[in-house]
């Protein structure tokens, strides 16, 4: 992890995929902070220049090992993890993106900061207390409003400047 993710000094974008094929959705075990050893959705930093979806399909397959094409946007969170002294320890902008689980390829394995990864019944997931609150908080909203996002076409824009 880098250094300047604990006590940034301003929110750090980040992509999260989330796969969910009938009852299950698809979890990894986190290898590192924040959340170390918490089932989560597979996903990390946005790189500069790079588009939601790629960024989603890039860390759903280092994480994972598959492949699948992303549908939309299915959630923003703004996870701000303070200290005890109330300082901002972890400052993560997260856009959540929902994946066609009909369109999967690959093998299943645990990849780059990935300990593990598995299927999880969506239940299971929501009474587990190795699972992440963000990943029951998204649960929760998938069973409350049904799996509707936003989509991804026009959500990238770049500007060349002297173009």
Same mark, same amino acid.
Request: charged fraction near 30%.
């Given at each position: 992890?880098?250094?300047?993710?604990?006590?940034?000094?301003?929110?750090?974008?980040? $992509?999260?995929? $989330?796969?969910?094929?009938?009852?299950?959705?698809?979890?990894?075990?986190?290898?590192?902070?924040?959340?170390?050893?918490?089932?989560?959705?597979?996903?990390?930093?946005?790189?500069?220049?790079?588009?939601?979806?790629?960024?989603?399909?890039?860390?759903?397959?280092?994480?994972?090992?598959?492949?699948?094409?992303?549908?939309?946007?299915?959630? $923003?969170?703004?996870?701000?993890?303070?200290?005890?002294?109330?300082?901002?320890?972890?400052?993560?902008?997260?856009?959540? $993106?929902?994946?066609?689980?009909?369109?999967?390829?690959?093998?299943?394995?645990?990849?780059?900061?990935?300990?593990?990864?598995?299927?999880?019944?969506?239940?299971?997931?929501?009474?587990?207390?190795?699972?992440?609150?963000?990943?029951?908080?998204?649960?929760?909203?998938?069973?409350?409003?049904?799996?509707?996002?936003?989509?991804?076409?026009?959500?990238?824009?770049?500007?060349?400047?002297?173009?």
């Amino acid at each position: 992890m880098s250094l300047d993710r604990l006590y940034p000094k301003f929110a750090i974008a980040t $992509v999260v995929a $989330v796969l969910i094929s009938g009852d299950r959705v698809l979890l990894v075990e986190r290898g590192h902070p924040p959340g170390m050893g918490k089932w989560a959705f597979p996903g990390g930093v946005i790189k500069a220049g790079e588009r939601l979806s790629e960024a989603a399909k890039r860390e759903l397959k280092e994480e994972t090992g598959i492949e699948a094409e992303p549908m939309g946007i299915l959630w $923003v969170l703004n996870n701000i993890v303070r200290d005890p002294d109330g300082g901002v320890k972890f400052h993560y902008l997260i856009v959540y $993106v929902l994946f066609d689980s009909s369109s999967v390829k690959g093998e299943l394995r645990a990849g780059e900061d990935a300990r593990d990864v598995t299927w999880l019944k969506i239940d299971e997931a929501l009474d587990s207390p190795n699972v992440s609150r963000t990943v029951k908080r998204v649960l929760m909203r998938i069973k409350k409003f049904g799996l509707t996002c936003l989509p991804l076409e026009g959500v990238d824009h770049e500007v060349v400047e002297g173009g």
